[in-house]
Structures are given as structure tokens and as C-alpha cells.
């Protein structure tokens, strides 16, 4: 899947823009808070029916107007066109829609414009609470698995339930409980199995791009810990509700899931350097990236956004080697840095194109464009 170009309206600081991108690569320069950012942002919505910084969408609206609008003209590898709108008015509900025809779901059209986005942000893998780590695990099954993410959404309205009950000041009956407690173990069973070969498959994946990235200075390693893994999920739900009924919540189940990420024998969280936290997250998401290839979907956009960051010379220029060969499809890639760019498009050898981004308006630089004959 290829973006021919989009047209944006009001996204954040964004008021109206208007590109046409490379099949290969595509980057943006500009300073700090120009809106490169935000323009990636707008793509990733295009492909996951929402924000990656900020999960409420009204606040997505540009300031000062009632709306905005992101359409992405995409092409199949086989050249068949697709359209793919996204609306918004504040007080109203989002509209998405596929060739002018809306969705009854949004999860329906998860997976099909497969995408990795690599960006500060990220460093929340690390720093952050469980919940970060179990985000990214589910954003890349949810790509490929629809059984997995039916049964995610599943769990979750199920978990929601349940919690509702906990809460309650008046008594309630036992077969409510029941009711939801066998939804979320019967749910949770297959997110904990599928997430379990998931981890297996994807740490030789993830300990291979780190290796080459920091040319083996390190050995990294990620390990699964889950509540199912202990006995019958619904025996671990139902055992713990007396004490989930004190603190009002359900405090075991696979919403608690942990995926312990490990620098030699240890959390990276506590060990880590900046430059080897940087190289850790960049692994996780390149190995992201080549796992959903190996999956059978189609080559996924791949975002970079402000990656080189705190990296040692020979780490950067690693990167670049990597993102710069065949294995990968069409490329976004933001830097304050001019010099980082042009050593990527040095290294590319193919398509590309450059934009400047300065206060929300965004103009390519015809002089510098390049397109293979």
C-alpha cells in the first residue's frame, strides 16, 4: 500500500494542506512545534481511526474551528485506487469511510493500511506502566488478527462490567457476576495464547535489529507475564473478587498483563543509557514493522518521526543503512536536523521528496525533489 497524497483541513495546527508523496521516501524538516508531527499524525489516523497522541479527538480540531477533515488517496501493489476519509464536527460523531462508503465498525478497518510509527513518544515503553507495553503488543496482533481484536473488545466491555459491579454500594447478585466474569476468562484465553506466540516469535525478530543497530554491544531480551498463565482464568477471576469488591476493581486478569523488557539480565528501565533505550525502542519498532510483513500483510507505511535523537554517530548511521534498504516500503521521516536527511537520501538511491514545514504550512522543495526516471 503506497499514499499517493493527502488533503488535510483544520488538524491541528494544520489549517489546509494539500501533497503529493514519493512511493519510497518522503521527509520533513523543520523546527520544533512547525507541525511535522502533526502531519504523521494525520496518516496514522488514516490507519488506526485515531490519534496516536491524543485519544480524544475534538481536541484534534484546529483551534477556533468547528471541524476537520483528513482524506488519504492510497494505492493497492496491484494500482487498484482507495480513498479513505476521515470527518470530524465538535459535538458530533466521526465519520470514516472507505471509497465514500462509511463504516459500521472502525475496527473493521484495522489492518488494512498496516502501519509502524516510531517517535518520542515511544519512550513510554520503557518509563511508562504496564499498560504502554500491552498497547504495543495489541497494536501489532490487532493488524493481522481480527479474532484477536474481537476478542480484546470483548474482554474489555466485559472488564467494564464487571467493574461496574465492584462498585456498587447495593448488593449483587451472584450470577451477574458470573455472567461477566466467564465472558472476560473465556476472551482473556485467547488474548493470553495469541499474545504468548506473538512474544515467542517476535523476540529473535526484535534482538536481531537490536544486534545490528548497536553492532552487538549489547544482548536484549523481553519476557511474558500474564495471570493465565497461573491457573484457569476464571478460577483467577472468581478468586479474587472478595478483595476486588474492597478496592473496586478487577486486579487480576489479562488487562494486567506485563511484557518485562530486559537489557542484558535486567529492566532496561533501571539499566539503560539514553543512547541504548533509544536503540532498544527503535528495535522494538522495526521489529514490529518486519513481523507484520511476515504475516502476510501488505509492505506497512513506516513513520519516523525525530528517531536519531540522542543516538552516537554509529548508531544513526546503522539505522540508516537499515531503513534505507529494499526490505521497506514507502517512508516518512521527520528531523530538525537537514544533514541527517540528506545522509538518508544519500544512502536511499531512489525516490524521494523533500518538504519544509513552518507554522502548519507545509511546501515541497521542487528544487530538491528527486524521481527515478
Not at 496518516?43 to 490519534?51: A, Q, R, T, V
Not at 491524543?54 to 496491484?78: A, C, K, L, M
Not at 537499515?322 to 521497506?328: E, I, K, P
Request: glycine share 6%; hydrophobic share 35%; net charge negative.
Amino acid at each position: 500500500m503506497v499514499l499517493k497524497r493527502i488533503s488535510l483541513l483544520n488538524y491541528k495546527n494544520l489549517e489546509e494542506v494539500g501533497l503529493e508523496f514519493s512511493g519510497k521516501m518522503n521527509c520533513f524538516f523543520g523546527l520544533n512545534g512547525m507541525g511535522k508531527t502533526n502531519l504523521l499524525d494525520a496518516i496514522y489516523f488514516l490507519s488506526f481511526c485515531k490519534s496516536a497522541g491524543n485519544p480524544i479527538d475534538s481536541q484534534n480540531i484546529r483551534h477556533d474551528q468547528e471541524f476537520f477533515v483528513i482524506q488519504g488517496f492510497y494505492e493497492t501493489t496491484d494500482g487498484t485506487p482507495e480513498e479513505i476519509y476521515c470527518g470530524m464536527k465538535r459535538r458530533q460523531k466521526k465519520q470514516f469511510k472507505r471509497n465514500k462508503k462509511e463504516y459500521s465498525r472502525l475496527s473493521d478497518h484495522i489492518g488494512f493500511i498496516p502501519l509502524v510509527m516510531v517517535s518520542p513518544s515511544d519512550s513510554e515503553l520503557i518509563a511508562g506502566g504496564s499498560e504502554e507495553r500491552r498497547k504495543f503488543v495489541d497494536v501489532v496482533i490487532s493488524q493481522y488478527d481480527k479474532e484477536y481484536l474481537e476478542a480484546l473488545i470483548r474482554y474489555n466491555k466485559a472488564l467494564q462490567q464487571r467493574n461496574t459491579l465492584l462498585k456498587s454500594e447495593l448488593s449483587v447478585e451472584e450470577e451477574l457476576f458470573q455472567v461477566w466474569e466467564e465472558m472476560m476468562a473465556q476472551n482473556g484465553e485467547i488474548v493470553f495464547r495469541k499474545r504468548e506466540a506473538f512474544i515467542q516469535e517476535f523476540i529473535p525478530i526484535f534482538q536481531s535489529f537490536y544486534s545490528f543497530i548497536s553492532q552487538d554491544r549489547e544482548q536484549v531480551s523481553l519476557s511474558y507475564q500474564s495471570h493465565a498463565r497461573d491457573a484457569s482464568l476464571l478460577k483467577v477471576i472468581q478468586e479474587s473478587r472478595e478483595k476486588d469488591k474492597m478496592m473496586g476493581f478487577s486486579l487480576r486478569g489479562i488487562h494486567k498483563d506485563e511484557l518485562n523488557m530486559l537489557l542484558g539480565e535486567f529492566p532496561i528501565k533501571h539499566e539503560g543509557s539514553q543512547g541504548q533505550n533509544k536503540t532498544y525502542l527503535i528495535a522494538l519498532k522495526l521489529a514490529q514493522f518486519d513481523f507484520l510483513k511476515r504475516a502476510g500483510l501488505t509492505t506497512p507505511l513506516l513513520l519516523l518521526d525525530d528517531i536519531f535523537d540522542k543516538l552516537d554517530a554509529s548508531r544513526v548511521e546503522q539505522i540508516i543503512k537499515l531503513v534505507s534498504g529494499d526490505g521497506f516500503g514507502q517512508i516518512f521521516v521527520t528531523d530538525t536536523n537537514r544533514e541527517h536527511l540528506n545522509t538518508i537520501l544519500t544512502k536511499a538511491g531512489s525516490d524521494y521528496k523533500i518538504f519544509q514545514v513552518a507554522n502548519g504550512i507545509v511546501n515541497e522543495m521542487k528544487e530538491e525533489s528527486h524521481e527515478t526516471e
